[in-house]
Nanobody, 121 residues
Framework: QLVESGGASVQPGGSLRLSCEVS????????LGWFRQGPGKEREGVAS???????AYAMSVLGRFRISLDNAKRTLYLQLNSLEPEDTAMYYC???????????????????WGQGTQVTV
């Protein structure tokens, strides 16, 4: 089960931190990701992290967003800085068990999804 929180309405240039609590997911190797879907748009990958700590980011958020994982709290985070109106979207976290941990921004690679948290800029 994946449960997101932290979405809100913010002014351009503002910051937010999204959280995703991960439960019932006891995997050895895995990758986790943040996706977003804006009004009338396809769901797109934003950031991903694998069980070795490697990360990947979409070009549109590189340098502004940061993905991190607290294994002790079993919580995935997405720090959003310098927010722009184009960042307005529902943000989803996703998880996938794997034998080859590599971060992925491809939605078809993921089996487990949260319900989303809304970010409005």
């Amino acid at each position: 089960q994946l449960v997101e929180s932290g979405g809100a309405s913010v002014q351009p240039g503002g910051s937010l931190r999204l959280s995703c609590e991960v439960s019932g997911f006891d995997a050895g190797d895995y990758f986790l990701g943040w996706f977003r879907q804006g009004p009338g748009k396809e769901r797109e990958g934003v950031a991903s992290i694998d069980s070795d700590g490697s990360t990947a980011y979409a070009m549109s958020v590189l340098g502004r967003f940061r993905i991190s994982l607290d294994n002790a709290k079993r919580t995935l985070y997405l720090q959003l800085n310098s927010l722009e109106p184009e960042d307005t979207a529902m943000y989803y976290c996703a998880a996938q068990e794997t034998e080859l941990p590599v971060p992925s921004l491809i939605k078809a690679d993921y089996t487990y999804w949260g319900q989303g948290t809304q970010v409005t800029v």
